[in-house]
């Protein structure tokens, strides 16, 4: 289900600047070397400043583009998507004039289905489809479990905070940021938990399965078990991999999970060490 195209297009960073210009994208760093994109997909209440510490261990071949919902961060008065299916389109017509080059989609959690479903969404437009899927923290669509979190009062979407970790106490006890926090995570908790995704062909991307070893949404044998989940939606191969640390494990192990990230894209690739933070945010 993977269109074809010139791996070797490409755009002058200045056009591809222009091209980019949406709310929905956020890019640090477009050198003329870059010659892969890494399209990255936030957790649910995550925003794509999550990756933003991600730009320093990019190598120049790899260009860095991490996606913004609306109502978080710069966004706060952008209303939110109704749905899955609207989520997804948008997002689909922010990253559509990027795929001039060959690219991988990364989603965490929630941002795992949300991946999946894009590279479904491209595909029906036509347009290239990912080199690799990187599906982290959540189970295959149509097997994930979902619950009605969404509905509940703001202490038990704290309680789910607390159990997942990636959520400091300090900030759950500040009212102001609590608000703002629990105001995205119960949006983006109502679109994963009403999604119910369609019976559809598979893939032809290889898919990789990131979990932490301590996940209690998964787990290094929940993932495992799980896998053949995400293997029956690709004709490709699934991989799966487990990283000592719980939900947010791609924390501290960032780099870890980078590097990984980066050998699945092309095996020359290695992090990067000596690049300084991007100035713009």
Not at 253 to 265: D, N
């Amino acid at each position: 289900m993977t269109a074809s195209f010139s791996p070797n297009a490409s755009f002058p960073p200045s056009a591809r600047a222009s091209r980019a210009d949406s709310p929905w994208i956020r890019r640090w760093s477009d050198g003329p070397a870059s010659r892969l994109t890494l399209i990255c997909l936030p957790h649910a209440g995550g925003s794509a400043g999550f990756y933003r510490p991600w730009a320093v261990l990019m190598p120049p071949e790899v260009e860095l583009v991490a996606i913004q919902y609306p109502g978080r961060e710069d966004r706060l008065g952008d209303p939110g998507s109704t749905g899955m299916g609207e989520l997804v389109t948008a997002v689909a017509d922010a990253v559509q004039p990027l795929l001039d080059r060959p690219y991988a989609l990364f989603g965490h959690s929630m941002g795992s289905a949300v991946a999946w479903e894009l590279a479904h969404e491209l595909d029906r437009r036509g347009a290239p489809g990912p080199r690799r899927l990187f599906a982290s923290g959540r189970a295959a669509p149509g097997t994930a479990v979902t619950g009605q979190l969404h509905r509940q009062d703001d202490n038990v979407l704290c309680a789910e905070l607390g159990r997942l970790g990636g959520t400091s106490r300090e900030i759950l006890d500040d009212p102001g940021l609590r608000s703002l926090i629990l105001t995205a995570v119960r949006h983006d908790y109502r679109i994963i938990e009403t999604h119910r995704p369609e019976d559809r062909p598979p893939l032809s991307c290889p898919i990789h399965v990131l979990t932490g070893s301590a996940d209690p949404e998964l787990g290094e044998e929940g993932s495992r078990d799980r896998a053949d989940g995400w293997a029956d939606l690709t004709t490709a191969r699934t991989e799966v991999r487990a990283f000592p640390g719980d939900h947010f494990y791609l924390t501290p192990r960032r780099r870890e999970v980078v590097a990984a990230v980066l050998r699945r894209m092309d095996p020359s690739l290695t992090t990067g060490g000596a690049r300084t933070w991007p100035s713009t945010p």
